[in-house]
């Protein structure tokens, strides 16, 4: 590898063929980076003072919103300097490094919404039995293997395209190192690599995604069967940011993720890809924060120990 490998860094092209609107999109998508940040801080911080949010619910929203400020984290800061400076190379450890961080956090997301879709179907279907099926052992244990499982198969997929050998151009037609993009500019025999990448994909996405199917649909005739109206909708309530979340994110993961590489398009992807790169980790606080009570009390609760209120009026 060391020897067909003549290319020792990378150039992201991101928007520079959109000109002097960069520093538009610089204003806009450092003011969402900051709002991601200040609103996933604030669900954890939430969830890890107020003591009424310690179940098994709010625990895996805090992990996923651990994993989402460091999945931004690995892509966005480094996009925000490229719309500002003329030189927007990379390293090429510098791209690995981003790609396994990216794919790691990336799919920890997937399986962790699998997660929240299969604790939503213990709560509401088997809820004497939910103690023990979501006690926190089961919780750390299954969070853990989210976790380790992401990284394992992210480790996997970088390794396939960096593996390849790169010696033509070096110039990414993307904002960061994604996979499509990357392996785009490989010399050697791709099809091998991107099939078992596809394949990745596909249990990556479609496996939670079942499973999520699944659980919503016992779900779905467990409440059903609530007598009540007013039941039926505060059992539904619990469930419809994680479906909302779990829309978005998969739709589209899956438009960019599920198909061959070949059939990349890079403006195209690029929109969907900034989607769920952005919006999705800002969709997430504020959906679980303006739809969700329980947060908006627990909030409520810690603006008025902080005093903030009574000192300004």
């Not at 590898?1 to 003549?6: G, L, P």
């Not at 390849?164 to 960061?176: D, T």
């Not at 539904?236 to 978005?248: K, M, P, Q």
């Amino acid at each position: 590898m060391a020897n067909s490998t003549t290319i020792t860094e990378f150039l992201l092209l991101g928007f520079s063929s959109l000109g002097n609107f960069q520093l538009v999109l610089f204003v806009i998508f450092l003011s969402l980076y900051v709002i991601i940040l200040s609103g996933n801080i604030t669900i954890i911080s939430v969830i890890h003072l107020d003591r009424s949010l310690h179940t098994p619910m709010y625990f895996f929203l805090c992990v996923l919103s651990i994993s989402e400020t460091f999945y931004t984290v690995a892509i966005l800061p480094k996009m925000l300097i490229n719309l500002l400076s003329v030189l927007r190379t990379l390293s090429f450890m510098s791209c690995a490094t981003q790609m396994f961080f990216f794919l790691g956090f990336a799919v920890t997301n997937c399986l962790l919404l699998g997660v929240m879709g299969y604790d939503r179907y213990a709560a509401i279907c088997q809820p004497l039995h939910y103690p023990i099926l979501m006690s926190w052992r089961v919780c750390g244990q299954l969070a853990a293997t989210c976790i380790v499982s992401g990284f394992l198969i992210s480790m996997v997929g970088t390794s396939l395209v960096f593996s390849l050998p790169f010696c033509g151009s070096n110039k990414v037609n993307h904002y960061f190192c994604d996979i499509s993009p990357v392996i785009r500019l490989a010399c050697g025999d791709t099809h091998i690599n991107e099939l078992v990448i596809f394949i990745g994909g596909v249990v990556v996405l479609v496996v939670p995604l079942f499973f999520i199917c699944i659980s919503y649909g016992f779900i779905a005739r467990t409440i059903m069967r609530i007598p009540s109206a007013e039941g039926k909708r505060k059992a539904f309530s619990t469930c419809a940011s994680h479906l909302t979340v779990v829309i978005v994110h998969y739709g589209c993961a899956s438009f960019v993720y599920l198909r061959p590489s070949a059939r990349y398009t890079s403006g195209k992807d690029r929109l969907v890809t900034v989607t769920y790169t952005i919006i999705t980790p800002l969709l997430n606080p504020m959906v679980y924060s303006l739809r969700n009570k329980d947060v908006q009390i627990a909030l409520r609760k810690m603006i008025g120990k902080t005093g903030f209120f009574s000192k300004i009026s």
